[in-house]
């Protein structure tokens, strides 16, 4: 239990202290996971609509491959990415190896099918209940799209705060792909991954605990926008 | 030579769906005038022919034409109301200048004409509040603004009071005679007599997907022709 | 339009990720070892090498054999790892220019207070591994194929035990970095073999002593190499000569011996010439 009485002491102590290296290390884990986020709702939430709504080929096969990735463990898809990008591998020229890009592209990886597969379902049920009368006033399926991901805003930014929650948790694929490299790759989790193998557990505890407050009050807030907002919609 | 897309020409039209023939062989011309309503017991596929003719589903047998061609454009020709007020997650006003905008309409004259329509069907306080925080009554005469911002020459509407209180079917009801006296033909489904009785120029009497009778309201409440129609109208249940 | 709208992904994904506007500075990519990160040494060597030559080291820090793979794979620019005999398979391979000895540090057994082996102050590496076997007493193995791990193994052999008929039993395999095994020794309480560099900085052993050391078979050799760039024409070869060079120079061997945690010196210099 004495550990956990140091890390709250040292949380404490880095967070009011403004602790260069803390601050360093939060702003590119926000930055890491926030862009990831941005990038797989760009392509999952059209993703998700698509395949819920058009009969294309293959849209068997992507629908598959987006539950399987799901539930892919983040080391799994770091160690993908990190043969991709691999200067042995197909996008070796890139040189994107050990950056932050590359922890971008990882995440991104993570993010896209839960943000795809959460749109699908809003998307599906919302098609149910629209269908008929868009159809009727002469909205083509691509302006469909638009309509139904904006009227289901509030659940898809459920499914958003689900892949903010997975990137920012998830230490297996950024570790292999960003090589936690002191003041370029580590982030929040790969940063007390390796203070736990030092033995500074009091230290790690309380990055936890930083990490966990941060992702609270990002999901608090996000939370907190949409019920405001959806209750003046229903 | 007019644009009209009326009359609407429903030719041995069937449908059959997971094995059963849920129409069958109902052929009928809609003139521009009188009032249509589509009358019959509740699974007589009454629904069923308007989406039929609006164009949401296509019929296994016979065909739907329009003015002696294919079906026109829908956007601005015809306009369809369900029985449930469909609504988007926007303002009351938003609703009217999102189908104002699918019709192509231009920006800038999208506001004039929601407005208008919206005062139309008294909803103008309205306007700037969640549409869906409407009350039934208030939504169902919103899908009617809507449609009616879209100047179409049919309407149809699908038992748009079946879920509606009195007080705010007589206003829906008022809102369509409306439309109707602003020279739009008027196509509707309803199992309520009273309703049929009320507002129908014309009767289609439908029973077990078949076409029954057809006849002006006039004759068809006095002297029903079929066995079926005259046992509707005394108030029998009819299966 | 796939294509071009994956290519505006991946620039979004690259603009984000840049860590300086402007002209990158010069860095070299180090693969080196955990127990080499985490021993505090590179903290200290870094920012001399930096100040004398303007070049920045990024250091990957993984297991031995994870490091070898980045390199072999020309993702490192210089390797630092602690196995000769895969540094010189490296180099014979013709993945490394040329391997030098440039310090070297020690093993330590280290156990529970209570030494159910009895093993305190046996002054035979072999002798307590083979103690240990006898009383099947719990022991630790990092079982990830490192520098660290292959040691332990040598050890067995010379003591002519073959402990993986026994894993799962005394004998665990956690497949972890040093400071994980430490952690999970410190916790069962169980013996272990680890780098003085890591066992001196960890804060977490609890009640584990550190019972045998000193003995030469537990001393530990370090090797640099530069990738070569004949196999890897982006290797950023004369940077990483000037690492290797520096390394092995009186200033950089000087750095290496003056580097102490609690008083205790942990690293020796040990440049050679080139091996042939």
């Known amino acids: 239990m004495t550990d956990f009485g140091d890390a709250f002491t040292t949380a404490f102590g880095l967070i009011a202290s403004l602790d260069p290296d803390l601050m360093e290390i939060v702003l590119l884990s926000l930055r890491v996971s926030l862009t990831a986020v941005g990038l797989a709702v760009l392509v999952g939430l059209p993703l998700g609509a698509a395949v819920a709504l058009f009969r294309f080929p293959g849209r068997l096969v992507v629908a598959a491959l987006l539950n399987a990735f799901m539930g892919l463990p983040p080391v799994v898809i770091g160690l993908m990415v990190y043969l991709l990008l691999s200067r042995n591998g197909p996008l070796g020229v890139l040189g994107l190896l050990f950056t932050p890009t590359a922890m971008i592209i990882a995440q991104w990886l993570l993010i896209t099918p839960i943000v795809a597969a959460l749109a699908q379902q809003t998307v599906s049920d919302l098609h149910a209940e629209y269908d008929e009368q868009l159809r009727s006033l002469g909205a083509g399926p691509g302006r469909a799209v638009w309509t139904l991901l904006w009227d289901g805003r509030f659940s898809l930014l459920t499914a958003v705060l689900a892949g903010f929650g997975r990137a920012s948790a998830e230490v297996g694929a950024v570790m292999i792909v960003g090589g936690n490299i002191n003041h370029v790759t580590r982030v929040m989790t790969t940063t007390i991954a390796l203070e736990t193998s030092k033995g500074n557990l009091a230290l790690a505890l309380g990055l936890g605990m930083i990490l966990i407050t941060l992702a609270l009050t990002i999901t608090l807030s996000a939370m907190a926008v949409r019920d405001l907002a959806s209750r003046r919609h229903a | 030579m007019t644009d009209t897309i009326l009359p609407l020409s429903i030719d041995g039209v069937g449908y059959t769906a997971a094995g059963r023939r849920l129409i069958d062989g109902i052929s009928a011309t809609l003139e521009a005038g009188p009032r249509t309503i589509v009358l019959g017991p509740n699974g007589a596929g009454k629904s069923l022919l308007l989406r039929l003719c609006h164009g949401l589903i296509r019929p296994t047998t016979g065909h739907i034409t329009w003015a002696g061609t294919g079906a026109p454009a829908r956007p601005g020709h015809q306009a369809m109301v369900f029985q449930r007020p469909v609504l988007l997650r926007r303002s009351t006003f938003a609703n009217v200048t999102y189908a104002l905008g699918l019709k192509g309409v231009r920006r800038h004259a999208r506001k004039a004409l929601a407005l208008a329509a919206l005062e139309r069907a008294g909803l103008a306080e309205r306007a700037t509040q969640p549409a869906r925080l409407l009350s039934g009554g208030e939504q169902q005469r919103l899908t009617l603004a809507r449609a009616w911002a879209l100047e179409p020459e049919v309407l149809f509407l699908d038992e748009p009071t079946a879920s509606l209180d009195p007080a705010a079917t007589r206003r829906v009801e008022t809102l369509i005679t409306q439309f109707h006296g602003a020279g739009t033909k008027i196509v509707m489904t309803t199992h309520d007599l009273g309703q049929a009785r009320r507002l129908a120029d014309e009767v289609l009497f439908l029973h077990h997907g078949r076409l029954v009778e057809h006849a002006p309201a006039g004759d068809f409440f006095a002297r029903p022709q079929s066995r079926e129609a005259a046992a509707f109208i005394e108030g029998d249940l009819l299966w | ?276």
């Open chain 3, 1 to 276: 339009m796939v294509t071009r709208f994956a290519a505006l992904l991946l620039g979004l994904a690259i603009v984000a990720g840049a860590t300086e506007l402007g002209a990158e500075p010069r860095f070299i990519t180090l693969a080196s070892t955990t127990s080499t990160e985490n021993s505090g040494l590179l903290a200290h060597l870094l920012p001399r090498f930096l100040a004398a030559t303007g070049i920045e080291v990024r250091v990957v820090a993984v297991g031995t054999g994870q490091a070898l793979r980045i390199a072999r794979n020309g993702d490192a620019d210089v390797l630092l790892v602690h196995h000769r005999p895969s540094e010189e398979a490296f180099v014979a391979e013709g993945h490394g220019v040329a391997r030098h000895e440039v310090m070297i540090n020690d093993y330590v057994i280290g156990g529970p207070r209570a030494d159910p082996a009895g093993i305190a102050d046996n002054s035979s590496a072999v002798a307590a591994f083979a103690q240990i076997a006898a009383a099947q007493a719990p022991f630790v193995s990092r079982g990830d194929d490192s520098g660290t791990h292959k040691k332990e193994l040598a050890l067995w052999a010379a003591a002519g035990i073959d402990p993986a008929s026994a894993s799962g039993t005394w004998y665990r395999e956690v497949g972890a970095g040093m400071g994980a095994t430490l952690n999970i020794a410190a916790a069962m309480p169980a013996y272990l073999l680890s780098d003085r560099s890591t066992w001196v900085s960890f804060r977490n052993k609890g009640h584990l002593m550190l019972l045998v050391e000193g003995d030469p078979p537990l001393f530990n050799p370090y090797g640099v190499i530069l990738v070569n760039p004949d196999r890897h024409p982006h290797v950023k070869a004369a940077e990483g000569q000037a690492f290797i060079d520096w390394m092995l120079s009186d200033e950089g061997q000087s750095a290496i011996a003056s580097f102490r945690v609690d008083g205790q010196q942990l690293f020796f210099p040990r440049a050679r010439h080139t091996d042939p």
